[in-house]
T-cell receptor, first 115, second 117 residues
Framework: AQTVTQSQPEMSVQEAETVTLSCTYD???????LFWYKQPPSRQMILVIR??????QNATENRFSVNFQKAAKSFSLKISDSQLGDAAMYFC????????????FGQGTRLTINP | DAGVIQSPRHEVTEMGQEVTLRCKPI?????LFWYRQTMMRGLELLIY????????DSGMPEDRFSAKMPNASFSTLKIQPSEPRDSAVYFC???????????????FGPGTRLTVL
C-alpha cells in the first residue's frame, strides 16, 4: 500500500522569507500524481500544486514550487515570499492515475507565518 | 462554477440518532469521494463513486455507515446509529477523468463538522 510521510509537524517562517515543507512517499507504481493541499482555519481543502510523476520538470504555481525527486521518492514544497495568508495546515497527497484516484494523505505540517 | 457543495456545514446530534450528510459535486465530474478527518487518524477515504457506482468502500468503518449516489449531482453519507467516535469533519470531493485538463485532481467541498454527543 502507498504511504505518505510528512516529518515536520510544525514549521514557522518570517513573513517574506522562504520555507520548504518536506514530504516522502512510498509506492511501487511508476506512474502517479502528487499534490499539496492547503487547509486554512476555515478547514477548506485547497489545491496548491500538483505534479505528474512522468514529468521531470518541477511544477510551479506563482510563489509555490516543488522539488520532485522520483528516485528518492521525495516531494517538497517551497513557498517563496511567505505571506500571512499562507498560514495553514499543508498536506502532501498521492494518487494513482487513470481511475484509481483515491488520495493518500500525509499527516500534515502546520505552517505559521511570523509578521 | 459553485464548486463542491456540502450540507449541513455543522451538525450536532445525540448518540443513537441518524445523521445524513449531503454533497453536490462539480457539474461534469464523474468521480465523487467521501473523506473523514480526525485528529487521531488524519484524512482517510471512506468511499468513492465513479459514474454514480460505488467503486471502493473499503474505508467505510462499519455497517452503521452507508453512502449512496442516486444521480450525477447528488450523494449522501448516512450514519445510523451515530456514536460519539463518529465526531469528525466529513469532506466530499469530486474529480474528472477525461481529456480536458486538469484531470485527476480532486476538488473538495467545505466539509461538514459532525459532533455526536
Amino acid at each position: 500500500a502507498q504511504t505518505v510521510t510528512q516529518s515536520q509537524p510544525e514549521m514557522s517562517v518570517q513573513e517574506a522569507e522562504t520555507v520548504t515543507l518536506s514530504c516522502t512517499y512510498d509506492t511501487s507504481e511508476s506512474d502517479y500524481y502528487l499534490f499539496w493541499y492547503k487547509q486554512p482555519p476555515s478547514r477548506q481543502m485547497i489545491l496548491v500544486i500538483r505534479q505528474e510523476a512522468y514529468k521531470q520538470q518541477n511544477a510551479t504555481e506563482n510563489r509555490f514550487s516543488v522539488n520532485f525527486q522520483k528516485a528518492a521518492k521525495s516531494f517538497s514544497l517551497k513557498i517563496s515570499d511567505s505571506q500571512l495568508g499562507d498560514a495553514a495546515m499543508y498536506f502532501c497527497a498521492y494518487s494513482r492515475p487513470q481511475g484509481a484516484q483515491k488520495l493518500v494523505f500525509g499527516q500534515g505540517t502546520r505552517l505559521t507565518i511570523n509578521p | 462554477d459553485a464548486g463542491v457543495i456540502q450540507s449541513p456545514r455543522h451538525e450536532v446530534t445525540e448518540m443513537g440518532q441518524e445523521v445524513t450528510l449531503r454533497c453536490k459535486p462539480i457539474s461534469g465530474h464523474d468521480y465523487l469521494f467521501w473523506y473523514r478527518q480526525t485528529m487521531m487518524r488524519g484524512l482517510e477515504l471512506l468511499i468513492y463513486f465513479n459514474n454514480n457506482v460505488p467503486i471502493d468502500d473499503s474505508g467505510m468503518p462499519e455497517d452503521r455507515f452507508s453512502a449512496k449516489m442516486p444521480n450525477a449531482s447528488f450523494s449522501t453519507l448516512k450514519i445510523q446509529p451515530s456514536e460519539p467516535r463518529d465526531s469528525a469533519v466529513y469532506f466530499c470531493a469530486s474529480s474528472n477523468y477525461g481529456t480536458s485538463a486538469p484531470t485527476d485532481t480532486q476538488y473538495f467541498g467545505p466539509g461538514t463538522r459532525l459532533t455526536v454527543l
